[in-house]
């Protein structure tokens, strides 16, 4: 019986991941075809790098402040306070910015992505698409993985760059640290990789997150209930994802 | 004789249940065909394994003589540009306004310019009776018959040779229904284009049809004219059209 449940879970789990590679083969293949649907690639490329900004910025200022005053508790009982802009530093580019922006991504635009694309599965508005001679991966998945896959990194670097600067606020304005030495210590610890891995990652998260966010939308079936569910399914298997990626991402780049 | 339509033997079925068991059905140039039955007797079905939205388990199918499971993806987007098809709910795409709905199928199934598709769009507008103030509105605030006859100057836009409608008087007023059913008969009769229709909607049916395809558990067990419908003895034809709740039907 134990078995029995274990087994089909097993071949269910085997079929969903064939037919994820199937659905990313099929956008991938109809996408990269003429022609090219530019007006729904910039429309992305606006949702996804212009207004995920500000809810991304916020995180890494908040981040980069509440790290810097963490790592104060612990450092200054080692007098090791120097250390503190590196490791801001550091953990941003490496950890903290892609994996916060993916995750911020992930709630807003991979739920809004499903919800959108569910919502048009439902209404038979893809089934439209199709018999109004348009792929719909074409229109509808391909923009939204490219400019996803594109465009994360580019948010993660503005993460870095909001933590850090949220960090250097808080040592400078709160913990009183020398504004230049907080500065030249940040500055010393950075390393092109360090920043150059955080984008990979992004670009990785950025390629899941839509394709996960697509994916559940298109498997939508039943109405509203079933709409939530898959929204619900995209942001959970979304974030699962970029965690796991992040820690076979960090073992592959470091 | 010239069919735009021919279905041979056409199966399908999901898991275990059979939806449609070999069904054969020729629609002529310029017919109205109506496919009738139960929810769930597989009508939805066989017009999207028509369109090609569901691939069938086996049979064939030909759109203007040409059998559809031996073209290419390139040919068959273009043979669906000669099919349109008015969906139950509209299926208006919502983040688009009227004129860019109706225009959707000459721009990026035709490949013509904004310019010129927006003069046909509201041409086809017209044609069901409405005018260019509407052209700039979005789908979630048209009322339910207009956001009908806005999804029919969609199907007409590119000038197709079938139309499809998908239960198109379900949640109208009898007014509205009315109206729709004259544009119907306006697109089968005036443009001579052919249809195949599913309908629930026995006043419906009457006024549309030429000829009518009872399907009941994934088979059509009546065919004939709109005139010997209303004639038939068939005690399946019979109960479906008073609406009775017993028999042959509902027996078990």
């Avoid at chain 1, 916020?58 to 250390?83: D, I, K, P, R």
């Avoid at chain 1, 610890?189 to 992004?202: F, N, R």
């Avoid at chain 2, 310029?30 to 394994?49: D, P, W």
């Avoid at chain 2, 419906?204 to 558990?217: E, M, T, W």
């Amino acid at each position: 019986m134990i078995l029995d449940r274990i087994g089909r879970l097993f071949i269910s789990f085997l079929a969903s991941i064939g037919n994820l590679t199937l659905f990313s083969i099929k956008s991938l293949a109809a996408g990269f075809m003429p022609p090219y649907y530019w007006k729904q690639i910039l429309g992305q490329a606006v949702q996804i790098g212009y207004f995920s900004l500000p809810v991304v910025g916020m995180t890494a200022l908040f981040t980069g402040m509440a790290m810097t005053l963490q790592c104060y508790a612990g450092f200054s009982e080692f007098t090791a306070e120097n250390a503190i802009p590196s490791v801001v530093m550091i953990a941003m580019t490496r950890e903290l910015g892609p994996v916060l922006a993916a995750l911020m991504v992930a709630g807003r635009l991979g739920a809004s992505m499903t919800a959108e694309i569910g919502t048009m599965k439902v209404t038979e508005q893809i089934d439209a698409l199709t018999t109004l001679s348009v792929n719909s991966y074409k229109y509808l998945v391909f923009p939204r993985i490219l400019t996803g896959t594109l465009l994360l990194p580019f948010l993660v670097f503005i993460d870095d760059v909001i933590g850090i600067l949220g960090g250097y606020l808080v040592g400078v304005y709160y913990l009183n640290f020398n504004a230049a030495n907080y500065i030249r210590n940040t500055f010393e610890s950075m390393a092109t990789w360090d920043i150059v891995s955080g984008l990979i990652k992004g670009a990785v998260f950025g390629f899941v997150i839509c394709l996960m966010g697509c994916y559940q939308g298109y498997s939508s079936k039943g109405g509203a209930e079933g709409v939530g569910r898959a929204t619900t399914n995209s942001v959970v298997a979304s974030s699962i994802m970029i965690l796991l990626l992040d820690g076979i991402l960090t073992f592959v780049l470091f | 004789m010239e069919y735009v339509i021919e279905v041979e033997n056409l199966k399908k079925s999901f898991g275990n249940k059979e939806v449609l068991r070999g069904i054969s059905l020729k629609i002529k140039a310029g017919e109205s065909y109506v496919v009738i039955g139960g929810s769930g007797s597989g009508k939805s079905v066989l017009i999207k394994c028509i369109l090609g939205l569901i691939e069938p388990d086996g049979g064939i199918i030909k759109i203007n003589g040409k059998d559809t499971s031996k073209m290419s993806q390139k040919e068959l987007f273009k043979a669906r540009l000669k099919c349109g098809v008015l969906y139950q709910g509209g299926a208006l795409f919502d983040s688009l306004n009227v004129i860019d709905n109706v225009s959707f199928g000459l721009i990026y199934g035709y490949g013509m310019s904004q310019k010129e598709a927006y003069k046909i769009a509201i041409e086809k507008l017209e044609s069901v009776d409405l005018d260019e103030s509407v052209a700039k509105i979005y789908p979630a605030e048209l009322s339910g018959g207009m956001s009908k006859r806005v999804a029919l100057a969609r199907a007409i836009a590119t000038d197709p040779s079938i139309i499809f409608f998908d239960e198109p008087t379900t949640g109208l007023d009898p007014i509205t229904s009315g109206t729709i059913n004259d544009l119907i008969v306006r697109c089968t009769k005036e443009m001579g284009i052919s249809a195949v229709s599913i309908t629930h909607d026995i006043n419906s049916l009457k006024h549309i049809s030429d000829r009518v395809g009872l399907l009941f558990n994934g088979s059509f067990i009546w065919e004939g004219t709109n005139k010997e419908l209303m004639s038939t003895d068939n005690p399946y034809v019979v109960q479906f059209i008073n609406g009775n709740a017993k028999g042959p039907f509902t027996e078990k």
